[in-house]
């Protein structure tokens, strides 16, 4: 049992007490939390580190989750409120006011990975009918209640369009009695689509250094903003998914000392079962090449070499077109460009170690380090080039693969390295023992 001692206290900045409680087990986070005034414990709930935040809420009082939930930033809350179960929702909701009971519908009703279920409508608006000095004095009553003040987006007087975003900076330096409108900035207004998929608003944000990006319905009218420190969460767990994914396992969304043994045995299981089986291929193609490998016992030297140079050459490629897919830098359109780039750039790699393992055969040949037999020449000439095949296949493959499981819904980080590697390994032993056969038939073979 820990100390009291071990507990939270007020003189820890939040992201400790954060660390703290995700240490702590549930029922001593939560009554944790629980200690602290409401105020400071909104600002922990609203720390996206904090793990089982939604479990934490369930062990509260309703009535006190209710209080919480109420205070904390419409996106965070509607976060947490949505990863509870059915009932627990329903009782939760119902303690809530009709606002903001109101604002967390409309923010669950956005499916998982779209814009709208970043945002958060906690936004300061006002008409475009104001002066610079009404601005400000909306802003200084209501800034309180929101998540952020970036900017000040100025709607029609009329139809409730958005019109504009003016950053607080422009506002503090204009004349306070200025229309509003004066403190427009040139540049054109850039905003995203709720429905948009959750990426965009990622790019908008990276590419024009925004604080906050603008969310409009199809009619233009404002619903949100999408904060940089979303877009940062976001990123992150993106980053962590595709790594996870990449190293051969289903995502994790628990750290590494939160996932149970159980968990984690299915996380991994599955796909080094998966693996297991393309790698049984691999026993399947050297089996029917028995033959040729008990004739010119040399060739099996070279197998490791031969599928490590395949599948690194695969997923260096898969990790380049995952990744430029990630940024927009690469479209599901540009697949033939980046066949045409990968075609010349397999040969070369290949031709480059090829080089290499033909001129490791030689100098151990000619140093008498390793006798490779009266056909040595023959031996190098067919390492390298099965070595200049074999990393052509491995890249074209290697940066097809994405785009292939894109175009089938499929996440693109599925291609991942281990993935990648046991495809190649497989060709990589076929197209191996047919150069063989083609430059030492006669031979050894």
Known sequence: MRRPAALP??????????DRLNDLPLMEAAAALAALPPAHAVEVLDQAALERGADILVAFDRTLAATLLAGMSADRAADLIG????????????????ETRAGLD???????????????????????????????????????????????FVLDAVTGVLLHAVPLRR????????PVLAAVSERPMVTVEANAPADEAVRIVARHDFLAVPVVDGGGHLLG????????????????????RMG???????????????????????????????????????????????????????????????????????SLVIRGLAL??????????????????????????????????????LFGIYDHGPHWPLVAATIGLALVCIVTFGSMNGSMLPFLLKRLGFDPATASAPFVATLVDVSGLVIYFSVALVVLRGTLL
């Open 225 to 244: 903003i999408v904060t940089v420190d979303d877009v940062l969460d976001t990123m992150i767990a993106r980053q962590t998914e595709q790594v996870q």
């Open 9 to 18: 206290t007020l003189m820890e900045p939040v992201p400790d007490i954060v």
């Open 171 to 178: 506002l503090v330096a204009c004349d306070p009695a200025a």
């Open 83 to 98: 990863a509870v179960g059915p009932a627990d929702r329903l009782a939760l909701m119902g303690r809530l006011d009709a």
């Open 328 to 365: 927009g830098d690469i479209r599901l359109a540009d697949w033939w460009r980046v066949a045409l780039r990968e075609l010349p750039s397999g040969l070369a790699l290949g031709a480059l170690l090829g080089v290499i393992a033909v001129a490791r055969i030689v100098l151990w040949q």
């Open 248 to 318: 051969g396992m289903e995502a994790m969304h628990q750290s590494y000392w939160r996932t149970g043994f159980w968990q984690m045995l299915r996380k991994r299981g599955g796909w080094l079962s998966i693996l297991l089986v393309g790698e049984m291929m691999t026993a399947s193609a050297m089996q029917g090449f028995q033959g040729e490998l008990e004739k010119a016992i040399v060739l099996s030297l070279f197998i490791p070499l031969i599928m490590s140079s395949g599948g690194n050459s695969g997923s260096q490629a898969a």
């Open 106 to 152: 409309r923010l669950l009703a956005y499916p998982e990975g779209t814009v709208g279920s970043l945002m958060t409508t906690e936004v300061v608006t006002v008409p475009s009918t104001h002066t610079v000095g009404e601005a400000l004095d909306h802003v200084r009553r209501v800034e309180r209640t929101r998540e952020t003040v970036y900017a000040v």
